[in-house]
């Protein structure tokens, strides 16, 4: 069974940065895409950042782009989202979520989440 534990969401001050975590087990095929979604009160919910397990290629939402990297660590098992200069519009339930592909993550929808960390920007 696949699982996706999120950790490192809090308050932060406007112009602040986070590292989010996504420490993954169970996967049983070679390659995955593990992605951060998220979603605000309100609004629906958005992909952040993808990264492909296969070849390390990423993909950023233009609200992001600049400002967050994603990465991975093979030995750990875990993806990181470093977000930097973070924005009152950053506020939301971050999701790690993971399916086999980028059509699954992106078009279809992932089949793997977790349960989300809170990311709070304020002043």
């Known amino acids: 069974q696949l699982q996706l534990v999120e950790s490192g969401g809090g308050l932060v001050q406007p112009g602040g940065s986070l590292r989010l975590s996504c420490a993954y087990s169970g996967f049983t095929l070679d390659y995955y895409v593990i992605g951060w979604f998220r979603q605000a009160p309100g609004k629906e919910r958005e992909g952040v950042s993808y990264?492909?397990?296969?070849?390390?290629?990423?993909y950023y939402a233009d609200s992001v782009k600049g400002r967050f990297t994603i990465s991975r660590d093979s030995a750990k098992n875990t993806v990181y989202l470093q977000m930097n200069s973070l924005k009152p519009e950053d506020t939301a339930v971050y999701y790690c979520?993971?399916?086999?592909?980028?059509?699954?993550?992106?078009?279809?929808?992932?089949?793997?989440w977790g349960r989300g960390t809170q990311v709070t920007v304020s002043s």
């Open positions: 979520a993971a399916d086999k592909g980028i059509y699954e993550v992106v078009a279809k929808g992932p089949a793997y």
């Open positions: 990264i492909s397990t296969r070849d390390g290629s990423t």
